[in-house]
């Protein structure tokens, strides 16, 4: 999946603290794979974009819980987004069971 950010997928809006962004991330992610018939435990890769390091701490727990079934590789990369209100941008790859 390509990389995903964290507007409320029914308003469009972007929240303004990087934890909802991620939860909304997470919600989206987790849709995307259902539809494929994977989930969460079938990601093999995960990459974190967010232009704040400092962002990622708050997020890890969301993060981990998603992800602790999986154990995927990762990679957090520290760059701006096209929108300046996105404070987190997930992409993954998971192999379809």
């Given at each position: 999946?390509?990389?995903?950010?964290?507007?409320?997928?029914?308003?469009?809006?972007?929240?303004?603290?990087?934890?909802?962004?991620?939860?909304?991330?997470?919600?989206?992610?987790?849709?995307?794979?259902?539809?494929?018939?994977?989930?969460?435990?079938?990601?093999?890769?995960?990459?974190?974009?967010l232009p704040v390091?400092?962002?990622?701490?708050?997020?890890?727990?969301?993060?981990?819980?998603?992800?602790?079934?999986?154990?995927?590789?990762?990679?957090?990369?520290?760059?701006?987004?096209?929108?300046?209100?996105?404070?987190?941008?997930?992409?993954?790859?998971?192999?379809?069971?």
């Amino acid at each position: 999946m390509s990389g995903c950010t964290g507007g409320d997928p029914a308003s469009g809006v972007m929240p303004a603290d990087v934890e909802t962004q991620c939860a909304n991330t997470l919600a989206k992610i987790e849709r995307a794979l259902a539809e494929a018939g994977a989930g969460f435990p079938d990601v093999v890769r995960v990459s974190y974009i967010l232009p704040v390091a400092a962002d990622f701490a708050p997020c890890w727990p969301m993060l981990r819980a998603a992800f602790e079934g999986a154990r995927p590789a990762a990679t957090m990369i520290v760059a701006g987004l096209i929108d300046p209100a996105m404070r987190i941008e997930i992409e993954v790859t998971a192999r379809v069971p």
